[in-house]
Structures are given as structure tokens and as C-alpha cells.
T-cell receptor, first 110, second 121 residues
Framework: QSALTQPPSASGSPGQSVTISCIGTSSDVGDYDSVSWYQQHPGKAPKLIIYEVNKRPSGVPVRFSGSKSGNTASLTVSGLQTEDEATYFC??????????FGGGTNLTVL | QLRLQESGPGLVKPSETLALTCTVSGDSIRNYPSYWAWIRQPPGKGLEWIGSLFYSGSTYFNPSLKSRVTISVDTSKNHFSLSLTSVTAADTAVYYCATHGSLSLGVITFRGQGTMVTVSS
């Protein structure tokens, strides 16, 4: 199995929107609506912010949204706030009954 | 609310076995219809799923670790455990215990703070 591919870094100014991609294959992202996104601040455990491609857990701000097209999933953060500066990981179910993660994207709020 | 707490030695010697426990509070493992999972994160790197155990006993493992991993549950102590044999420096990581529903949806909730394990002589 291969890890999902994410850009190592992304950035935006407060109030702007930024989109982070997560590239998989037809054996994972492309064939299952099981993409999740996690936010991790330094020294903290990851926090689920998007599940099943585009669903938000209770308490997650609406400025976080998810989508998928083919083998690529995306996380969009609209109206960037300073507290959004963190590392974001995507994950997906893979056809051989395993869970795989992306390498993570460090989001900087300029 | 369900809470998890990882515990175990912070230092393990190469070639030995890493053993961690995740203590569950707020509900009973026996009655909670969930997968109990272990995930790790080497320093400065990404997340790696180690494996999951369904409360009824089914287990699933990362193929790259499967030959060295055991995940078990002790309902009498309301905890589940991770055993990783023949460790090397590459196994140095923060280890998290977590829960998730259906494996095919993979919605992981990290309910513990994680525990750092260093493999070194």
C-alpha cells in the first residue's frame, strides 16, 4: 500500500481561502467515500475535522469543507484564522482492508 | 464521554518487545461497538495506522507491521494493548490509541494524548 500524497506546505493570509490536496488511487480515495481530514497542532493529538469526504463533526467550524474528484480529495479552509495554523493529514480506507494516511501538510497563516 | 489513556515504558531496547496499554474510561469496552486502534507518528513525520481490533475480536493490521504486531483486549480491566516485537530505531514514535467505527469508513477519533516511545540501547 502507498501513502496518500499531500503537498508538504501551504499558506494563506487571514481571511483568505486555502485548499490542500490529497492524491490517492482507484484502490482508495477514488473508490471509497471514506476520506477523513485531521488537524494537528504541535504537541497535540490529531483532531478529526472532516469525515466521509465532506461531513463535519459537531463543533468544527463551517469554514472547513471537504470534497473529492476522482482519485483526489481536497480540504478547503475559508476565511483563514490564525488558529488554523497547524498540520493537516488526510486518510482513506484502502481496498485491502487497511487505513492509509497522507504525509501531512503544514499550513501557515501569514 | 469516552476517554482513552496510553501507558507503557518510554524507552525500549533494540530487538526487544514494545508493550503499551490503552485504558478506557467513560464506558465499557465490552459494550462499546467500536474498533480499538493503534496509530503512531515518528518524530517530525506523518501518521501510520498500526492496526485495529473490533470489540467482537476481529483484527486488521498494517501489512508492513503485521508480522510483529499483536493487539488484544482485556475486558476485565477495560483496556486494550499493543505488542510490537523486534523493535528498531525506526519504531521510535508517539503511539496513539483511538477508536473508529466501520473500517471501511475509517473515521478515527483520537481520544488519547499519545505516549512517546524511544527505541535505544
Amino acid at each position: 500500500q502507498s501513502a496518500l500524497t499531500q503537498p508538504p506546505s501551504a499558506s494563506g493570509s487571514p481571511g483568505q481561502s486555502v485548499t490542500i490536496s490529497c492524491i490517492g488511487t482507484s484502490s482508495d480515495v477514488g473508490d471509497y467515500d471514506s476520506v477523513s481530514w485531521y488537524q494537528q497542532h504541535p504537541g497535540k493529538a490529531p483532531k478529526l475535522i472532516i469525515y466521509e469526504v465532506n461531513k463535519r463533526p459537531s463543533g468544527v467550524p463551517v469554514r472547513f469543507s471537504g470534497s473529492k474528484s476522482g482519485n483526489t480529495a481536497s480540504l478547503t479552509v475559508s476565511g483563514l484564522q490564525t488558529e488554523d495554523e497547524a498540520t493537516y493529514f488526510c486518510s482513506s480506507y484502502e481496498v485491502t482492508n487497511i487505513l492509509i494516511f497522507g504525509g501531512g501538510t503544514n499550513l501557515t497563516v501569514l | 464521554q469516552l476517554r482513552l489513556q496510553e501507558s507503557g515504558p518510554g524507552l525500549v531496547k533494540p530487538s526487544e518487545t514494545l508493550a503499551l496499554t490503552c485504558t478506557v474510561s467513560g464506558d465499557s469496552i465490552r459494550n462499546y461497538p467500536s474498533y480499538w486502534a493503534w496509530i503512531r507518528q515518528p518524530p517530525g513525520k506523518g501518521l501510520e495506522w498500526i492496526g485495529s481490533l473490533f470489540y467482537s475480536g476481529s483484527t486488521y493490521f498494517n501489512p508492513s507491521l503485521k508480522s510483529r504486531v499483536t493487539i488484544s483486549v482485556d475486558t476485565s480491566k477495560n483496556h486494550f494493548s499493543l505488542s510490537l516485537t523486534s523493535v528498531t530505531a525506526a519504531d521510535t514514535a508517539v503511539y496513539y490509541c483511538a477508536t473508529h467505527g466501520s473500517l471501511s469508513l475509517g473515521v478515527i477519533t483520537f481520544r488519547g494524548q499519545g505516549t512517546m516511545v524511544t527505541v535505544s540501547s
